[in-house]
């Protein structure tokens, strides 16, 4: 059997030893997979991180939004819970945002089409249920991993 990474240093320095992943680590794997088996899964979570670089990428987006939004992470999901709550308690501030981004004359107008896409977006009923089961699936989710990571392994997630 062919080992790599940290599995293989540990193998190398002791061939009998077992290699145990962690299930934080495990859990995370699925989650990927399983919203990548999704596509509307993949839209919403494309549209969070659309949301949060669309306010990042200005300090004047910024100002105009005037509370919080967090990006996404491949390898930890609880920035995914992180963005995704982000979006629920902001959410009235964030299309408040976006709609004087839009009825600005004064932006450009490639930043007023950005805004009013992902407006529209936000205005979608489909996007509005998917925050909230998104919010709760990746809070309890985040719950899990911390939990066992802590309890089995006193690693930090």
């Not at 990474?5 to 009998?16: H, V």
């Not at 899964?41 to 949060?52: D, I």
């Not at 996404?72 to 976006?98: G, V």
């Not at 489909?126 to 809070?139: C, D, K, P």
Request: positive net charge; proline residues 1%; aromatic residues 10%.
């Amino acid at each position: 059997m062919y080992y790599a990474g940290l599995q293989a240093k540990i193998k190398e320095a002791n061939p009998l030893a077992k290699f145990v992943p962690c299930s934080a680590h495990s859990l995370n794997l699925v989650g990927t997979n399983a919203v990548d088996c999704c596509t509307q899964a993949v839209l919403f979570f494309n549209l969070l991180q659309n949301v949060y670089t669309f306010f990042t990428a200005s300090t004047h987006r910024w100002k105009v939004l005037n509370a919080s939004v967090k990006g996404l992470s491949e390898t930890r999901w609880s920035a995914r819970d992180n963005a995704c709550q982000s979006l629920n308690k902001n959410w009235s501030l964030i299309i408040n945002a976006l709609n004087l981004i839009n009825n600005d004359d004064t932006e450009k107008t490639l930043t007023r089409n950005e805004a009013s896409g992902i407006l529209n977006k936000l205005n979608n009923l489909e996007t509005a249920f998917l925050s909230i089961f998104w919010g709760q699936i990746l809070h309890r989710f985040n719950l899990t991993i911390i939990t066992s990571c802590q309890y089995r392994f006193g690693c930090s997630v």
